[in-house]
């Protein structure tokens, strides 16, 4: 059956009070709203397009691209019937997945036009480099305030078949001190959803955390690593995987999540320590300190570094930072405890 979001106010004398749903007509916002802020989704996307027109007449609501390089359809429901909501993400689905590297360089760059090529786009918002094989695969994601029991079942039909689809609900609350809210939830959990096997890939695939924690752990380095994760987690709240690296995302002015520290699992071991890399400028904003105080909070072990493929960016000082080495508990703490106020 559908997805029901409710959602309950602390009050002051302790007991709950339920907050009403609203209907404002939110699909009509939401396009807008998933523009500006793909993470209402996951942190794990970045926007490439807007009412991108496909060669078969049809026009995507938002094109997407997640930390692998796959491309992901975001189509909202708009009132449409669970046939035609249905068969417009598949008929979509289907000239996505002969995109060529090529092809999806050009829709990208048409929309980030002169804020960011694609490679360094992608590069702010995942810490890594952009793969040299795009859309391997891809998945489809309908977005809708409320969402009917035909098309639910419609969609984990098409899901068990082994196509990545999947339905994000997104509600609209008002409190009684006037402050809106919104939630949203998966019909599938996306860890499901997008779970996959991929044979011969030419790709290096992101890390999972777990996968991680065993490297950290392999290199003597696992007590290091989750007393820092476990500081920074509050911090943080917008983490990702790379292929080599777990990023820790922030919001810097009025743009999205971007890259600010990265700890690298495979450049770690005993002897040096917990390999750390961190955008200094953007640390500093993001935290509301100054640079020097940044430098004053790593660790002993460190050196000036800078994105290699940003050396020419006008943005140069975004992109220039620090590496270096995490080798006890007190460097650890010192470093959190300065970032976390």
Known sequence: MPTAIKIWEVTANGS?????????????QLETWLEQDISIISS????????VSTDFGGVIDLLCLDSSGDIVVV??????????????????????TDLSHQRITEIANDYLRERKPLETAFQVTFGDELPETLNE???ILIVAESMDSST??????????????????VQHYSGEDGKELVAQTFMIEPSEATEKVRTG?????????????????????????????DRLDSVFPSKATT?????FRGKIGNGGARVILSLLPFDSDANHGLKFQVYTKRLAEYIGISTERVESLLPASHETWTYWAAVNDPDIDLWIGFQ???KTGEEVAKFADGISG
């Open 16 to 28: 709950l009070s339920a907050i009403p749903n609203t209907r404002i007509n939110l699909e009509e």
């Open 44 to 51: 794990d996307y970045m926007v490439i397009g807007r009412q």
């Open 75 to 96: 189509e909202l429901k708009r009132g449409k019937t669970p046939r035609e909501v249905t068969a417009q993400a598949l008929d979509y689905a289907s000239w996505v």
């Open 137 to 139: 695969g891809h998945s």
């Open 152 to 169: 639910e079942r419609i969609v984990k039909y098409l899901s068990a078949q082994g196509i990545r689809i999947n339905v994000l609900t």
């Open 201 to 229: 890939s030419k790709r290096r695939q992101s890390l999972t955390r777990e996968q991680i924690r065993v490297i950290c752990d392999g290199k003597g380095m696992a007590e290091l690593y989750d007393d820092l994760v």
């Open 243 to 247: 292929a080599s690296s777990l990023a």
């Open 324 to 326: 270096g080495f995490f």
